[in-house]
């Protein structure tokens, strides 16, 4: 079953003469296991697709919707952004925590669980870190690690590498793919590295709004 499904979505920002048609016409879907990199140039609709997917943002035309979750995607999906999204006064261990605590997981799973995701992602030694004292390449591996303590099926990625150097950036990659395929999610990840796309087994781009499915890879 479909983790989450796009039909003939359209998403206008604005009314009348001042409309913007941020995306349009896109059909598609994401099962368990499939891997994709969105990529295409600023202003294409690649944001707007990505919140659309993870319901943060509705169509104003077509629907969207999560066969394989219920069509209760909260809770379900991880979401990673480009930026520091860490809480400053809370250190690594209880910024992992959070969302689960939110989520209503007892305190003892919850240790237990986000101190395996950090260990996964290879930082179990900076639980006690404060944001503050992390390089950007760590901070963006705790926001994978929180999200990955949630067991998501579905993880969506907007630009998460943006502000990484190449390396770090191919290492923050394959985390997220072998999460992905140990947790039988969907990835998608935009991006305009291109050397991402290559570690990702599936592109597609978007172009003025439209999503070209399976463009060829970049290699
Ligand atoms: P990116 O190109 O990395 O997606 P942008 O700088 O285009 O980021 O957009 C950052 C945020 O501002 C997004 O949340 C987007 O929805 C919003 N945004 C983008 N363009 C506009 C606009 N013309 N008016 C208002 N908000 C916008
Ligand atoms: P990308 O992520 O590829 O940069 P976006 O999805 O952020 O593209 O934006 C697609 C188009 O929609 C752009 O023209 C952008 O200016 C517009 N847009 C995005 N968010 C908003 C918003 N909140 N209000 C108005 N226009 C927006």
């Known amino acids: 079953t479909e983790l989450v499904r796009c039909e003939n ?29 969105v990529t295409g140039p600023s202003g294409s609709g690649k944001s707007t697709l990505l919140h659309l997917l993870a319901g943060l943002d509705r169509p104003t035309a077509g629907q969207v ?8 995607p909260h809770g379900r999906i991880g979401l990673i952004f480009q930026g ?8 690594v261990l209880e910024n992992v925590a959070l969302p689960l605590l939110v989520a209503g997981r007892t305190e003892t799973d919850t240790r237990a669980a986000a101190t395996r995701a950090l260990r996964d992602v290879g930082i179990g ?16 591996r705790v926001a994978v690690a929180r999200v ?15 502000q990484l150097d190449s390396a770090m950036a191919g290492h923050v990659i394959d985390l997220l793919v072998e999460a992905a395929v140990r947790l039988d999610a969907a990835l998608l990840v935009s991006t305009h590295d291109l050397l991402i796309t290559e570690r990702i087994s599936r592109h597609w781009e978007m172009h003025d709004g439209t999503l070209r499915k399976d463009a060829p890879c970049s290699r």
């Open 9 to 37: 979505v359209a998403r206008t920002y604005g009314k009348g003469v001042d409309a913007v048609v941020a995306v349009h016409g896109i059909t598609c879907s994401l099962e368990p296991g499939a891997q994709v990199a």
């Open 148 to 162: 990955l303590a949630a067991a998501p099926r579905l993880i969506l990625a907007d630009e998460p590498t943006g």
């Open 84 to 91: 520091p999204s860490l809480l400053p006064p809370l250190d």
């Open 125 to 140: 030694s900076l639980a006690r870190k404060l944001p503050e004292e992390l390089s950007g390449g760590q901070a963006q």
């Open 65 to 72: 919707s999560w066969p394989a979750l219920d069509d209760e």
